[in-house]
């Protein structure tokens, strides 16, 4: 099976602002409705809305669940959009494609070739690894990884500082992104890097940046609406920021 054209991937790892900027292009109502669909720990639902109910844990679900994910989810002007983190949860997304006839030996890259033709790669990444790192640790802590306005404020578990942690986390996103160049080393391509700090002070320019690049038009007299999520960044990551660079230097 082949995802219609243009299809793209956002590329990312955790806490890198991917939730927003995949709201910010579902809005535009062109480039699809960019989020983790290939992650498995979303499976159950998600299946179950496509009419796969039941068959999450089946390899052999995976091109059933791809093409009713690309007919349901593709935005009318056929747009297919999903963002990927390319760690251990999609590892049964790429089994899956592995039951394809003729694809049971196939790598990561040989298997994005054969059931992507033609895929595009929109590459985010963040800038400061720390407060990124931050962010990861107390999500992590606290189960709370994003909020909308409007949701009531759910207080998860008391998270708390940890320098060992933080400093593994930095070395962790770090060698995720290093998979990503990986990857596209082995398919030869050049993916159209956003960076999260850069997004963060113009939001339009960059969603119009990618538009650009997927060779897509946003509808007549288009700008950016107020998106709901809110900053999960307070006062709180400042000051584990500013004790881990302290600890850090005295390290």
Not at 62 to 72: N, S
Not at 79 to 92: I, N, Q, R, Y
Request: proline share 6%; charged share 25%; net charge negative.
């Amino acid at each position: 099976m082949t995802p219609p054209n243009p299809t793209y991937w956002l590329c990312t790892t955790p806490r890198s602002g991917s939730s927003a900027l995949g709201d910010a292009l579902s809005a535009t109502g062109v480039a699809g409705r960019p989020t983790e669909y290939f992650n498995r720990r979303f499976w159950p639902e998600l299946f179950a809305r496509f009419g796969l109910a039941g068959r999450a844990e089946e390899a052999e679900a995976v091109p059933d669940y791809l093409r009713a994910l690309v007919f349901q989810t593709a935005s009318p002007n056929g747009v297919f959009g999903v963002k990927a983190m390319l760690d251990a949860d999609m590892a049964p997304f790429f089994a899956g494609l592995r039951t394809l006839r003729g694809c049971a030996a196939h790598s990561e890259a040989e298997l994005i070739r054969t059931v992507f033709p033609g895929v595009r790669f929109v590459y985010l990444t963040r800038r400061n690894k720390v407060r990124q790192a931050v962010s990861f640790w107390r999500a992590q802590q606290s189960g709370v990884w994003e909020r909308y306005h409007g949701d009531a404020v759910r207080e998860g578990a008391r998270a708390h500082f940890d320098f060992a942690a933080l400093s593994g986390l930095v070395q962790e996103l770090s060698l995720r992104e290093a998979r990503w160049q990986e990857l596209f080393d082995a398919l030869e391509a050049t993916p159209y890097t956003v960076v999260y700090e850069d997004y963060v002070r113009d939001p339009e320019g960059t969603v119009r940046g990618i538009l650009d690049f997927l060779e897509l038009a946003p509808p007549p007299g288009w700008s950016l609406p107020r998106l709901t999520m809110e900053r999960l960044a307070d006062e709180t990551s400042d000051a584990w920021v500013a004790r881990y660079l302290a600890e850090a230097e005295g390290a």
